[in-house]
């Protein structure tokens, strides 16, 4: 840092003792004005120099700061709006079973009871908690406020106030197709 003023304070050279000189304000150590001292010294260059400094610490703050906030912040995905779509294979919801897939917005649960698909909203309509399935009553439970459906989605008992939106499903091949009902 670049000395800005007179440094010998009178505190300091009474410490020093009686042969130290006391150098009139406005000059620096060695008898030379200020004025003269500073002559040389190119204060454009440090205004120059402040500002590359201040441009790396906010490149550097920046990289650090861009993955964190990537992190927190999750990427938003897409969802391509269809009226059709094959969800997964037929082997994955077997006899008895029930699968939960994508479905454009929503989350559907397809079932397969004795060969037959039932496909309905796995958002269950009270909170939107997702609906399990139980294959032995063949009923879908909500396990946030225990709304009980019916496997083609009507409502049992419980909190919610609609029943839950039925899709259709049919089997293509080995895939599972879901449609708007
Ligand atoms: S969210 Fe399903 S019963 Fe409340």
């Not at 000395?3 to 009139?24: H, V, Y």
């Not at 993955?67 to 919801?93: A, C, D, R, W």
């Not at 008895?96 to 454009?104: D, P, S």
């Not at 496909?119 to 946030?144: M, N, Q, R």
Request: with cysteine; proline share 6%.
């Amino acid at each position: 840092m670049a000395q800005t003023g007179n440094f010998k304070s009178p505190a300091r050279m009474s410490s020093l003792g009686d042969g130290a000189e006391i150098s009139a304000a406005g000059s620096v150590p060695g008898g030379k004005p200020r004025e003269t001292v500073l002559k040389g010294v190119d204060f454009e260059r440090r205004g120059f120099l402040h500002k590359v400094v201040g441009g790396v610490g906010a490149i550097v703050a920046a990289t650090t700061l861009y993955p964190v906030v990537k992190y927190i912040i999750p990427p938003t995905k897409e969802i391509k709006m269809v009226n059709e779509l094959n969800v997964g294979k037929i082997s994955e919801v077997p006899d008895g079973g029930a699968k939960i897939f994508q479905f454009n917005e929503d989350k559907v649960i397809v079932t397969n009871v004795g060969g037959t698909l039932t496909a309905v909203s796995a958002v269950c309509t009270h909170l939107g908690c997702l609906v399990t399935w139980k294959a032995d009553i063949k009923e879908y439970f909500c396990p946030c406020h225990g709304a009980k459906y019916k496997q083609t989605g009507e409502i049992i008992s419980g909190p919610q106030p609609k029943p839950l939106k039925l899709y259709k499903a049919k089997i293509d091949g080995d895939n599972i197709v879901v449609s708007k009902a």
